[in-house]
């Protein structure tokens, strides 16, 4: 089965709504889109349009969390991450307010709208601000279990979400765990830490590698902060190699998150499968992945050029 | 309000503005001008209006204060400490490595303080999100924020005006600190946003204008503004920057400057001399 992570959000946050009375959600005229029309239907009398004003959303949602309640906020990662960035960093972080940003619509894969709707920088820019939590779901059931998760833990998370519809990795039995990577497969030869709608073609990409010999790892990291620095270390000591991959920025992203802590702990050679520090253009989204280098074959080969690196 | 009641909120206001000149004096750094034009209506919300619990600071039932002018701390500080929420000799410590009084407000540090604040325009999103939260909780108590006149220049502020007047927020009461002075200048020589209660009107709010150093207009303000059902409230207070300290009175260039010692004296005793 396929579905969009922001689909399982929406499903997600009206099966939570039911469950906690303190659970509040925003939107900023885009409930249809970032699925918060789901809960808004279940619970109106606790969702709020707050129209096209993100720095309000922000700005009220902290509010809401200085008297009690749980505000899950939503738009498109780009407008949460980026027009919001200061009312996120100062009214929610600083005074660690527990403001839930559930932000879709991230990364290339938003498609035909183009570039100035496709955040590949909000990785980088969130996971920066101190007290910020950040996750970044591989599929529907781990975006169900993450959003569960982020209304149970007291402080601020950053939940990237995205338009596509991504294959289940998962079942309804996984259980998520904040901080801990999930090895999806064993390898000796080199390590695939991937993030987001990227873990699927990550774990496409180690299948191909199977098949010509290779025994390649596979980590799914979908907390970037704070970052499993143990399965990456020791993915590092015991594969000697590692590619990340991630639709987003190699700028800040997880390719920063994973460097800065192979540099501190186990230097090995490293590869990245990201956005090239350019921006994105419209299409549909199986043109841009090809376009900007995020396939399973652009994976395979940062992979091969990774091992030729090892000593 | 009657004479005893005015006289005594008098004395408040007179111990704050030497608080605030001592405390940005012991700084040397913070902004004495926009905390002293503020300090009647300071004065009247913690000792008058405002229904606080000093034993228990974070009591949900509380009514709230977010100073979304937060380089106006000083004030709030003093405030707090001649309300018993700390001790006046901690105000010393303003701006100061290991003080809870940060340059400008820190909710997490100090009890008392109800939002973080001091990047201009986001105090009124949070106020209004506190307001909505007593809304769905069918709570009554009341909002309270501060702005400062310059800060109407922010886009976020029309943002939460709308919002506040769309979800008829009439537990959110703001004062608008009209002391004509910003950093750079007056503020319509920097950039004008005048006229403001036509603003404030015309995007769906209760308005009021009145001098913010008088505690009687405060005072029918605030109860008046408890009588509309279906809109927040905006006082506009006229003010002066800098009130009661002659060489700081309208003058922009004590937006953000610390008095030296010598100063400091000359200022204390003219606030003795003038006050009671």
């Known amino acids: 089965m396929a579905k969009a992570t922001r689909e399982a959000y929406g499903e997600a946050l009206e099966k939570m709504g039911g469950l906690c009375s303190n659970i509040v959600v925003l939107d900023a005229d885009l409930s249809k889109s970032t699925k918060t029309c789901v809960f808004a239907k279940s619970y109106p009398e606790r969702f709020f349009n707050v129209g096209i004003a993100e720095q309000n959303l922000a700005g009220v949602a902290a509010g809401l969390a200085a008297t009690g309640k749980i505000p899950f906020i939503s738009t498109f990662a780009m407008f949460a991450s980026g027009r919001a960035y200061e009312q996120i960093r100062n009214s929610i972080c600083y005074p660690k307010l527990n403001v839930k940003i559930a932000a879709t619509h991230a990364g290339l894969t938003v498609g035909e709208d183009g570039a100035s709707h496709q955040s590949i920088e909000d990785i980088s820019l969130m996971r920066s601000i101190p007290n910020m939590t950040v996750l970044v779901p591989a599929d529907g059931n781990e975006t169900c279990q993450a959003i569960q998760f982020a209304a149970e833990y007291d402080g601020p998370v950053y939940i990237r979400l995205g338009r596509m519809a991504v294959p289940d990795l998962f079942t309804e039995e996984y259980r998520f765990k904040h901080g801990k990577a999930v090895c999806l497969v064993e390898g000796t030869d080199a390590t695939i830490a991937a993030t987001g709608i990227m873990v699927h073609i990550a774990k496409e990409a180690a299948e191909k590698l199977q098949t010509e010999g290779f025994s390649i790892r596979v980590l799914n990291i979908h907390t970037i902060k704070p970052i499993d620095k143990d399965a990456i270390v020791k993915a590092a000591e015991q594969t000697g190699a590692i590619v990340t991959c991630e639709e987003h920025s190699i700028i800040g992203g997880l390719s920063s998150a994973v460097a800065e802590v192979l540099v501190e702990n186990f230097p090995v050679p490293m590869e990245r499968v990201g956005v090239r520090d350019t921006f994105g253009e419209s299409g549909i989204p199986k043109e841009l992945l090809k376009k900007y280098g995020l396939t399973a074959d652009d994976v395979v080969l940062a992979v091969k050029k990774v091992i030729a690196r090892k000593a | ?276």
């Open chain 2, 1 to 276: 309000m009657n004479i005893e009641l005015i006289n005594s909120l008098t004395e408040k206001t007179l111990n704050i503005r030497k608080n605030i000149i001592r405390m940005i004096t012991q700084a040397q750094s913070g902004h004495p001008g926009g905390s002293l034009s503020a300090v009647e209506i300071l004065t009247y919300l913690y000792f008058k209006e405002m229904n606080i619990d000093l034993s228990n600071s974070k009591n949900p039932k509380r009514d709230r204060f977010v100073l979304s002018k937060g380089h106006a701390a000083p004030v709030l500080y003093a405030a707090l400490a001649e309300r018993g929420f700390f001790s006046a000799d901690e105000l010393l410590t303003l701006r100061k490595i290991n003080s809870r009084l940060q340059g400008h407000p820190d909710m997490k540090g100090i009890p008392g303080v109800d939002m973080s604040t001091g990047s201009l325009g986001q105090g009124l999103s949070a106020a209004a999100g506190m307001a909505l939260a007593g809304k769905i909780d069918g709570g009554d108590y009341r909002v309270f924020a501060l702005l400062g006149d310059g800060e109407l220049e922010e886009g976020q502020i029309w943002e939460a005006a709308m919002f506040a007047a769309h979800y008829k927020l009439n537990n959110l009461t703001i004062f608008i600190d009209f002391n004509g002075l910003q950093i750079d200048g007056s503020i319509s020589e920097v950039l004008s946003p005048l006229p403001i209660p036509e603003k404030w009107r015309a995007f769906g709010w209760n308005v009021l204008e009145i001098d913010g150093h008088d505690l009687k207009e405060i005072h029918c303000a605030v109860q008046s503004a408890k009588g509309v059902l279906d809109k927040p409230t905006a006082i506009i207070a006229t003010t002066i920057k800098g009130k009661c300290i002659r060489k700081m009175e309208n003058a922009a260039e004590w937006h953000g400057k610390a008095p030296s010692i010598s100063e400091c004296e000359e200022f204390l005793f003219e606030l003795s001399r003038g006050g009671l």
